[in-house]
C-alpha cells in the first residue's frame, strides 16, 4: 500500500464518507476550538454536543444560530460539571467522539477515568497516541507516549505498542516497524525502561503484536535517519524508517512534540488509546490545524 507522507488522506476518507460524527466537545471556549467546530460543520463530518462553562462568543452564537439542527447546547456551571456532562453524552450513545476545548486535561480525564461513569476500556491502558507529519521526514510518523503515561511499566509499554500497531494498520501500514527509544544503544539495568523493552522485543518476536518489526534502545535520530545509523554501524530493519516511535517517558515524548511543532513545521494529530470512544486531547497551545486534524481523525 502507498505509503502515507501527509495528512490529505484524512480529507479524502472523509470525503468518502455518507454519515455524520457526533461529538461531545467539553468547554469550547477558545477560538482554536471554534474554528475546529465551525471548519468540521461547515465539512459536513461532525455534529455536537456542546457542554459549555460559559456563554458563547459572538462568534461561537452565529454558528450555533446557522447550525441549530446539528448543534445541542448543554450550559454547566464549571467545567468540572461540562467535563462530566460530555463524558455522559457518550455514555449514553448520544455521541461517538470526545473532544477536550479550554478545560484543563486532568479534569477532563478525571471524568473519562471515573470508575462508574468513565470511558476506559475494561483491562485496558489509557494512554495517547500523536500521528504526525513533519516535512523532513518521508512518511507520516507516530509516537507515544506525550500526555498520559508518566513512566510506563512493562506492561504499559506492552499495551502503547499494541496500540500503535494497530493504529499503523488501520491506516494503511501493514507491518509497522517500531523504535524504542533512549540516549544510546545499549541496555542498562539503570535505565529500567531499556529491560522493558527486551521484553517487549521477544514478545514482538514471538507474534503477540502481530505482523511488527521493533527494535531498540536506539537514539531518536538514528531511528529516523537511514545516514546516522550507517555511521553507527547500526544494522537494523527498524533504524532510518521508523513508522513509530515509542519515549520512555513522558518527559522526552512532551519535548519531542514541542520541539516538532515549533521548531519543524510539524502537523500533528492526536487521540487517546485504550478508551471505549476516540477522545481528543489537544494541547490548548496546539494549532489550529492540529486539533482540527485531531478530530477529523478521531471521526474517521
Partial sequence: MKTLSDFSFIEQRLRERCSRTTVALACPHDSHTEYVIERALAEGFADFVLTTSSPLSER???VADRYAHRLKLIS???AVEASRAAVAAVKSGDATVLMKGTVN??????AVLDKQCGLLEPGHVMSHITMSHIPAYGKLLMFSDAAVVPRPTLEQFDSIVRECAAACRRFGVEEPRIALTHCTEKVNPKFE????????KARA??????????????????????????IK???SPVAGCADVIIFP????????????????DAQTAGWLAGTTVPVVVASRADSEESKYYSLALACL
Fill in 233 to 235: 554501524g547500526i544494522a
Fill in 105 to 110: 486535561t486532568d479534569v477532563l480525564l478525571k
Fill in 205 to 230: 518476536q514471538r507474534g503477540d503484536y502481530g505482523s511488527v518489526i521493533v527494535d531498540g534502545p536506539m537514539d531518536v535520530k538514528t531511528a529516523l535517519d537511514a545516514e546516522s545509523s550507517r
Fill in 193 to 200: 525502561h531499556t529491560i522493558s523493552y527486551t521484553e517487549i
Fill in 76 to 78: 454547566c456551571a464549571d
Fill in 60 to 62: 461561537m452564537q452565529g
Fill in 249 to 264: 517517558n513522558i518527559e522526552s515524548g512532551n519535548t519531542f512534540y514541542k520541539t516538532i511543532t515549533l521548531f519543524a
